[in-house]
């Protein structure tokens, strides 16, 4: 590949494998076409409203409740009755999901006398999606009138006293994709959605995490419970020791490729946010720690599937208290 100028960056030739004479034969690449779309214009509001359009006339509900599944966490949308499912690829203007343990499909239906509607299948960075598509789905969520954003993840436990099956709920986020200049929000801002700047301190609700862990107590496992803090990484690759250790000292507790940007998004439009981590591997923060502490997926989904039917239930007991306090 030519190391001059005329072939290298964004509107130069390499991407599409011209040489340098096919560069001179060229037509002038229009500046339009060598500046990237910013992140929020990818999903306008009036695309986004027509997608949560499609949903309720779709299912005639008017969900008040979203969930998002986490990987093999799926069956969080198989205990929602009278249910409509909407396969993603039938959506229109929907992204497709390309990972294991995430089906694609949309479910809208009633769980403990709530309308809700859940995401079988999230989208990730990782997946070559910029963020404010990962996230798109929230503002879908918003317009078709969802007030509580539940998020759930499968996450690698930092903390030493976490293991291996534990729940973990959210109280805070360390953005590492936000550090690295990232957000679902770059770009301009509609007001319509929220503020430019929007504030994140107490972005979990708070009252729905004592919610929780009086449910845990009730469920007889709240020695598997933490409240704690979470960190979105790029992914695909899992973490280095280096970089568990930095994560730690900066007060992370688990570690994923998911959940930041969609909270981010959901408080932006103003939505209640509840999020929990399943602890599916301890993450291997020593050199000395034994090969066999890999994280891999296989493992990530057998630990989902193995702790599922408590994650659906604490899901379901929050829900009816939600509703029973409204
Ligand atoms: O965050 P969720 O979607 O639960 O999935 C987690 O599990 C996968 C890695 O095993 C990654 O996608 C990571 O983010
Ligand atoms: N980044 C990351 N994501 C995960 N998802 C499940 N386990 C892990 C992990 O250890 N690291």
New binding site residues.
């Given amino acids: 590949m030519c190391s001059r100028d005329c072939c290298s960056g964004p509107g130069g030739s390499a991407k599409s494998g011209n040489t340098c004479t096919d560069r001179k034969n060229a037509k002038a690449v229009s500046v339009e076409k060598i500046i990237p779309t910013p992140q929020s214009l990818l999903y306008p509001y009036e695309v986004i409203q027509e997608i949560a359009d499609f949903i309720v006339k779709g299912s005639n509900m008017r969900p008040k409740i979203g969930i998002i599944c986490g990987?093999g966490l799926g069956s969080l949308a198989d205990i929602i009755q009278d249910a409509k499912v909407f396969e993603y690829e039938k959506i229109p203007n929907f992204p497709v999901s390309t990972v294991e343990g995430h089906a694609g499909k949309l479910v809208v239906g009633n769980l403990e006398g709530a309308v809700v509607m859940a995401m079988q299948g999230r989208f990730h960075f990782y997946e070559g999606y910029p963020l404010a598509k990962c996230s798109m789905p929230v503002r879908v969520m918003k317009l078709c009138g969802v007030e509580y954003l539940f998020a759930t993840?499968?996450?690698?436990?930092i903390n030493p006293k976490y293991s291996v099956g534990d729940i973990m709920l959210m109280h805070d986020h360390v953005n590492m994709l936000g550090f690295a200049g990232n957000s679902p929000l770059q770009g301009p801002n509609d007001p319509r959605f929220g503020p430019r700047f929007p504030a994140l301190v107490n972005s979990y609700n708070k009252e729905l995490i004592n919610k929780a862990l009086e449910i845990g107590k009730q469920m007889g496992i709240e020695a598997n419970m933490h409240v704690g803090v979470y960190s979105c990484?790029g992914?695909p690759t899992?973490?280095t020791i280096a970089e568990l250790k930095a994560l730690r000292m900066m007060g992370v507790d688990a570690?994923?490729?998911s959940t930041v940007h969609e909270v981010i998004t959901a408080r932006h439009c103003d939505m209640k946010v509840f999020a929990f981590s399943l602890i599916?591997?301890k993450?291997a923060t020593e050199y000395s720690d034994k090969k066999d502490d890999e994280?891999n997926?296989d493992e990530?989904m057998a630990v989902a599937k193995n702790r599922q039917k408590a994650c659906c239930e604490l899901v379901a007991r929050l829900i009816r208290q939600i509703q029973a306090s409204s």
């Avoid at 993840?153 to 436990?157: K, L, Q, S, V």
Wanted: hydrophobic share 35%.
């Fill in positions: 990987s993840n499968a996450a690698g436990g990484l992914g899992y973490e570690v994923g490729m599916t591997n993450c994280a997926h990530v």
